[in-house]
């Protein structure tokens, strides 16, 4: 648990580490709050030149409504949001996609955009901002780029930010009163790592559905969206049509891996997107989350 | 403080109250001294090995130049360096069925598995050493590799070792007078096969030594975070070739052992050799990447077997064939026979077995050593005997209890199929006392109710758990690096004080509470007044170690003793000071006290003062001083503790995720000296059957690329995964006499308890439950393979 030599500068604020992001050239990577970059700089596999901290940005931590929209800093700590009252009442996915985001300590640590700019498919939040179309700031030394989920998550582990930029802001849409959320993973067991994750987001309008977004981790090397079975459920399928949906999509995938596990994957995703979509068209009761 | 004054209030504890844990309020407090934790001063010489990624290959050439190029580098040492320094280890004695292998610390010209080390690099500081390792450049053949041990068994396997032509490293074959026509005339019989995967202990903190060397004094002191010091001691002085009062061998504070830590390895005797070398101190702490490659593994085992019964479902004979994957090394001081010989002796258990036959192979693959892991074979060993009573019951139509019922020893003393004597036991109530504790009828009743499209299953499972096994027993077993009995020094210091060291070592269970509480209790001396070691070779007598569940029975029976010795001595110089008889002398809260006397009393510290002279009175002639006791205890054959487990399980057909909706554990292990503290070894002993049974499993690819190198990879279980567990405790009135171990049931009940839960959900689905590990995934396809091959639509 020695990661191999590398360079560290703590930045003050976001201009000041895309400056001296700039300056140490293209092995140089930020660091948020550590809990996926560090571990894997502790066994060799991630060898960064440098070390830009971002932990002094204080200009990259907030959660503020503008508008229609809720505006998440970079380096918020997903303990702030997951607790945080105007993310609960304008966008209560967050706070469900977070719940299960590892265990306190690792968010009390972990930041949002740390955890977006890793791009590990089975990251909670990565799957709630595809079902929330959400738009990350993406910042460089002469501009700032607004990127749309789909665009931004490219692979496992890759995205969309070149090197010398930053992720400063992370942007989802705030909740109007026809919201409806649902959000579910499943693992081996109760304690283990999310073999599949489903989130979802639509507008209930006239006992149905409307604008459904719909994404799933852990069948694909990224977390995708589902057009198929979003369309089905604006066309009020019932689960036969959703599950045949859900093959439609499945068969749209750029890469597919194959063996038992995949297998039990793609399974085990089907019952999840069904009983997502159940639990979406069901009327919230009693308090909302 | 005058610890002479009388009106000084204390209360000391008796044996068998539950008892807050002396060592938390140090640990809680982040005041903990594990081996990471010492500090021997800027010229030590931190290690990292480098491991070999190839699972079989010819080493060509190791060359580390580039290594010693790096500022800071102390010295790099292949084997070349380590000939004639430190001995090849050789694990095994000659016995029959039993090929003898060694293991050269360092590789010399061969790596049998990923992980087999070839080359140590010492450095000034830890992460240059790591440098270190990946600046040495390695030329190797790359060998086809074996990972299996059915594989390995064939003829045209790749060797691991060049001298062994079938890979197997011990064999051994029995049977019972007259077993085949036995067999054959048995009314009915049942066939199955059953599979183990491997699993790895994984304590928290992984391994790690350091050693000093005093030149001047010759003196060699090493720390090592192991549960066997005192085997340690002895390994270091054979492999080193130094005199055996050269050597001190200490335990920091353990962050657990489970097995893995049991064994002397390779590492401990390069540190321990290197701080001689360099004349500094070297200290090696391993990472869990390193813990997951290297730190010995266990279980991978695999049964034929076939079972003989009445129409009753009284068992008439069990014949059993057993592979056992042992991996590239026999491990010390186990050896190669360790598994498959616990295999068979694991299998009659509580049962009633009068006709007994097996066959038992085990065989080295190009992959991690095995060695000892809570429970050793008996959680298998036991899943399979568990397995076919469960198997007996359906075809007959009757509850699982009822089969159990019909086949449990009740009478004792019993000598089972083996010869090992059960001297007293309570298998029968115990087992009553669990189903009543779980409301057993009501779990049979919430098992039909399948409104939320779960399947349910109840198991009833009785093992026994052979613990406290001393020298004898040991030997028998060819074991012979084992000492089997276990020291305790027991004293009062001139100020009232006590010390006790103890030989075992002391790895997170809580084992100098007990042995405060046993102070406590015989001396009379406050719990805060006792001062306890643990496995200090320099300090207390040598023993054995932590291992197969003999703490309290070898260890805290050495201490009671021990305390009985200090407490005669006591009871004659009080009975001097008071006039009374010493038989009528008695210690509880800080005094000597008087049967039938209440006003009658002196205090310990006024008895040590005497004892040591250190006040005005005079020590009685005829008496010596000191107050202290050195008791070497051995026990002549093991104590048979035992427990049955009743599990409720919901299994979901569509994810195959599985929910434990009621745990009950009821144990036997005798007279209990701190009740708390064997809940919290049932407790987690069953987290780690659990975690057996539905994740943990360690994967070589078949070509012996390890794939389990991380807690990502290699997933255990967290407190969310367990429900509320019943416990309780019941002993027979021979029993309550007698301290038998409990470290280890918990895991070898709920290995076969959640297996044939989840068996008993899944019959329902025509789904044959014999393997594990039993993840979600594993039992979605074992679903769609019997839904494929089920004829019969009209199946439920």
């Known amino acids: ?289 | 403080m005058d610890r002479a004054n009388p009106d000084r209030f204390v209360s000391s504890q008796r044996i068998g109250d539950s008892l807050e844990r002396v060592e938390d309020d140090r640990l809680l407090r982040g005041e903990g001294g594990f081996i990471d934790d010492l500090e021997l001063g800027s010229r030590t010489a931190h290690v990292a090995f480098l491991r070999s990624p190839h699972a079989n290959a010819i080493v060509r050439a190791i060359e580390k130049g580039p290594a010693l190029a790096i500022p800071g580098v102390i010295a790099v040492w292949t084997a070349r360096d380590v000939a004639g320094i430190v001995k090849p280890m050789v694990s095994d004695t000659e016995q029959p069925g039993l090929k003898v292998t060694k293991r050269e610390v360092l590789a010399t010209d061969r790596a049998r598995f990923v992980g087999d080390t070839l080359a140590m690099a010492m450095a000034s500081d830890p992460y240059l050493a790591v440098d270190a390792t990946e600046a040495i450049e390695t030329t190797f053949e790359v060998l086809p590799a074996v990972a299996r041990a059915l594989e390995a068994a064939k003829p045209d396997a790749p060797r691991v070792h060049e001298s062994i032509d079938d890979n197997v490293l011990y064999e051994t074959s029995s049977a019972t007078p007259d077993f085949t026509g036995i067999h054959a005339a048995a009314p009915l019989r049942i066939k199955e096969r059953f599979v183990m995967h491997r699993v790895a202990g994984v304590p928290i903190e992984p391994r790690g030594c350091a050693a000093s060397f005093d030149p001047k004094k010759g003196v060699l002191t090493v720390w090592s975070s192991t549960q066997c010091p005192s085997i340690l001691h002895n390994a270091i002085a054979e492999h080193l070739e130094l005199r055996q009062s050269d050597i001190r061998v200490v335990t920091p504070d353990i962050g657990g052992g489970f097995g893995p830590k049991a064994a002397v390895y390779p590492e401990e005797l390069l540190v321990a050799a290197a701080s001689m070398r360099l004349r500094r101190p070297v200290k090696w702490i391993q990472d869990r990447y390193d813990d997951f490659l290297t730190s010995t593994q266990a279980r991978d085992h695999a049964y034929e077997v076939e079972i003989g019964f009445t129409q009753e479902g009284r068992l008439v004979s069990l014949l059993a064939d057993i592979l056992v994957n042992v991996g590239a090394y026999s491990t010390m001081p186990f050896g190669a026979s360790f598994e498959a010989n616990g295999a068979s002796r694991n299998m009659p258990g509580a049962y009633r077995l009068s006709n007994f036959a097996f066959h038992a192979r085990a065989v080295c693959t190009n992959t991690c050593p095995t060695g000892a892991y809570r429970g050793v074979s008996a959680p298998v060993a036991c899943m399979v005997m568990e397995g076919m009573l469960d198997r007996i019951g359906r075809l007959l139509n009757l509850d699982p209890a009822e089969v159990r019922r019909r086949n449990l020893v009740t009478d004792f003393p019993y000598k089972n199929v083996l010869g090992l004597p059960y001297r007293e036991g309570c298998f029968l109530p115990t087992m009553d006392r669990c189903l009543e504790l779980a409301d057993y009828p009501e779990l049979r009743r919430r098992q039909a109710d399948a409104r939320d499209g779960k399947l349910r299953g109840v198991s009833v499972v009785v093992i026994t758990e052979q613990t406290g096994m001393g020298a004898a027993r040991f030997k028998q077993r060819g074991l012979f690096r084992i000492p089997g009995y276990e020291g305790a020094l027991v004293k009062i210091e001139p100020d009232g004080t006590a010390t006790a060291c103890v030989s075992m070592a002391a790895i997170g269970q809580g084992s100098a509470t007990s042995f405060t509480q046993i102070i406590s209790d015989k001396l009379g001396v406050p719990a805060e007044d006792v001062r306890i070691v643990t496995g200090d070779t320099g300090r207390g007598p040598t023993g054995t170690g932590t291992i197969a569940s003999r703490g309290m029975v070898v260890a805290g029976n050495a201490v009671l003793a021990a305390s009985g010795k200090v407490a005669e001595k006591m009871s004659r110089i009080a009975g001097a000071i008071l006039d009374r008889p010493p038989e009528d002398i008695f210690f509880a809260d800080g005094y000597a006290q008087v049967k039938n006397a209440p006003n009658l009393h002196v205090s310990v510290a006024r008895i040590a003062s005497v004892a040591y002279s250190s006040g005005e009175t005079i020590l009685a002639a005829g008496e010596s001083h000191g107050l202290e006791s050195v008791v070497y205890y051995d026990t002549p054959s093991a104590e048979v503790a035992s427990a049955a487990h009743v599990v409720a399980v919901a299994v979901d057909p569509r994810t195959g995720c599985v929910e434990i909706e009621k745990y009950a554990v009821v144990h036997d292990c005798g007279r209990m000296i701190t009740p708390n503290l064997v809940d919290g070894q049932i407790h987690g002993g069953v987290a780690q059957g659990l975690g057996e049974v539905l994740m943990e499993e360690i994967v070589y690819s078949d070509d012996g690329q390890p794939l389990s190198v991380s807690l990502m990879e290699y997933q255990m279980p967290r407190c969310v995964d367990f429900s509320a567990m019943e416990i309780d405790a019941v002993h027979s009135e021979m029993g309550s006499k007698i301290i038998k171990g409990v470290g280890e049931g918990g895991t070898i009940g709920a290995v076969p308890a959640i297996v044939n839960a989840i068996g008993d959900a899944l019959a329902k689905a025509n789904v044959n439950v014999n393997e594990i590990p039993l993840s979600a995934q594993a039992i979605r396809s074992m679903m769609r393979h019997a839904a494929a091959s089920s004829a019969s639509p009209s199946n439920p």
Request: glycine share 6%.
């Open chain 1, 1 to 289: 648990m020695k990661p191999a030599p590398f360079g560290y500068a703590v930045a003050e604020n976001a201009a000041h580490a895309i400056e001296i992001l700039n300056r140490e050239g293209d092995d140089a990577r930020p660091l948020a709050g550590g809990q996926s970059l560090v571990p894997m700089m502790n066994i060799r596999i991630a060898r960064p030149s440098f070390l830009v901290d971002l932990n002094k940005c204080r200009d990259l931590d907030y959660v503020k409504e503008d508008g229609g929209s809720l505006r998440i800093g970079a380096m918020t700590r997903q303990r702030t949001l997951e607790l945080s009252p105007v993310a609960r009442e304008r966008c209560p996915l967050i706070a469900l996609a977070l719940r299960g985001a590892g265990s306190a300590p690792i968010r009390n640590r972990g930041t949002i955009g740390g955890s977006i700019a890793n791009g590990y498919p089975l990251a909670d939040l990565i799957t709630a901002a595809l079902s929330l179309d959400a738009v990350m700031i993406v910042r460089n030394s002469t501009e700032a780029k607004e990127i749309a989920a789909d665009a931004f998550f490219v692979d496992s582990m890759v995205t969309a930010i070149e090197p010398s930029e930053l992720l400063t802001e992370i942007v989802v849409p705030a909740r109007t009163v026809d919201s409806r959320y649902a959000y579910r993973k499943s693992g081996n067991h109760a304690g283990g790592a999310a073999i599949v994750i489903v989130s979802a987001s639509a507008e209930a309008r006239e006992d149905r559905l409307t604008v459904p977004r719909i994404a799933v981790a852990g069948v694909a090397s990224r977390s995708i969206r589902l057009p198929n079975v979003e369309a089905a459920v604006s066309e009020l399928c019932d689960p036969a049509g959703l599950r045949e949906a859900f093959r439609a999509d499945l068969q749209t995938r750029a890469y597919a891996e194959t063996g038992a596990h995949a297998a039990y994957a793609e399974e085990l995703a089907e019952e999840i997107v069904v009983s997502v979509v159940e639990m979406m068209r069901v009327p919230p009761s009693g308090e909302r989350q």
